[in-house]
C-alpha cells in the first residue's frame, strides 16, 4: 500500500515503514539504543531526504525509548539521578547540534556531511565495541569474571555525586559531557546516541550493564523530542505521516525487545549490537564509494 509523504515529497509502502519502525523498535528494547543510527540510514536507502530522515528519525526514537523505558522501570533498571545528570548535558547539545545543522544545510553541503558522520561515528565505535566485546565473551567462556576497573580517571575528578541505582560515588563532570555529545549527536545525525552512551556508560562511568539500557532510553527521550521540536520549528522537516507508522511499529517492537534482551547475556547482547553497527557502516560507506547511475540531476529550488 503506497502512501504519500508530504514533507519527504515521496510515495513509500506503509507496511514497509511499519516493519522498520517495528525492527528499531526490538532494537531499542535490547540494546538501549534509540535505534536512530540504523533507522536514519534505513530511510537513506528507501528513498527519504537525509535533512527529513534526521528530523523525523528523532520523533520516532522518542516512542520507541518510551515503551522501553516502562518495561525497564518496572524492573527497577533504571538510575534516574545518573539519567538527570546526563539530559542536562543532552539538552544544551541538542540546542547546539541544531545551530550547527542549520548552518551546514544553508551551506547545501547537510547531506554530505550526515551520511559521512555516519560511516566515521559507527566505524570507530562498532569496531571497539566488538573487539572489547569478544575479550568479555572470551573471559566469560573461560571462567574468569570480566573485571572492570573500579579505580580510573573518573574517580578524580571533582564535583561527586553518589549514584545510589549504579552503586557509584563519580563525578557528575563526566556524564555532562557524555550527554553533551549525544545532544549534539541526536540533532545532527538523528540517532538517540545509545551507539555511544551505552559503551561510554559501561566502560568510562563503570556503570553495570543491567542499569545501563534503561538509564540510556530514560535520557534519549527526553533528547530526541526536544530535538525534534527544533527541528519542526526551525527546519520544518519533520514529516507526521513518516514519524507515525514508524512509531507505531516502534513501540510494538520495543516491548518484544526487551524481553529478547533479557534473556540473553550482555556480553552476547554487545556483541550483535556491534555487528549491527559495522553492518550499516559498511552499505553507508558503499554507497558513498560507488559512482552513482545518474551522475547529474536536474532540479527547480522551491
Sequence with gaps: MQIYLPIAEVSVNAFLLLGLGGLVGILSGMFGVGGGFLMTPLMFF???????????????????????????????????????????????????????????????????????????????????????????????????????????????????????????????????LVGLLVGVLAAVMGVGGGFIMVPAMIYILGMPTKVVVGTSLFQIIFVTGFTTVLHAATNHTVDMVLAVLMLIGGVVGAQIGTRIGVRMKAEQLRILLALMVLLVCGKLALELLIEPAELYSIGSDG
Design 46 to 176: 528507501i528513498g527519504i531526504p537525509p535533512a527529513v530522515a534526521v528530523a523525523t528519525g528523532a520523533n520516532q526514537i522518542v516512542a520507541s525509548s518510551f515503551s522501553g523505558v516502562l518495561a525497564h522501570l518496572r524492573r527497577r533498571t533504571v538510575d534516574l539521578r545518573m539519567g538527570g545528570v546526563l539530559l542536562i548535558g543532552g539538552l544544551i547539545g541538542a540546542g547546539f547540534g541544531v545551530y550547527i545543522f542549520n548552518l551546514l544545510r544553508e551551506m547545501g553541503q547537510v547531506d554530505l556531511l550526515v551520511r559521512l558522520c555516519y560511516v566515521l561515528f559507527l566505524g570507530v565505535i562498532g569496531a571497539l565495541m566488538f573487539v572489547e566485546s569478544l575479550r568479555a565473551l572470551q573471559k566469560s567462556r573461560s571462567g574468569k569474571r570480566p573485571t572492570r576497573k573500579k579505580h580510573n580517571w573518573v574517580h578524580g575528578l571533582p564535583l561527586k555525586v553518589r549514584f545510589r541505582t549504579s552503586g557509584l560515588y563519580i563525578s557528575v563532570i563526566p556524564p555532562l
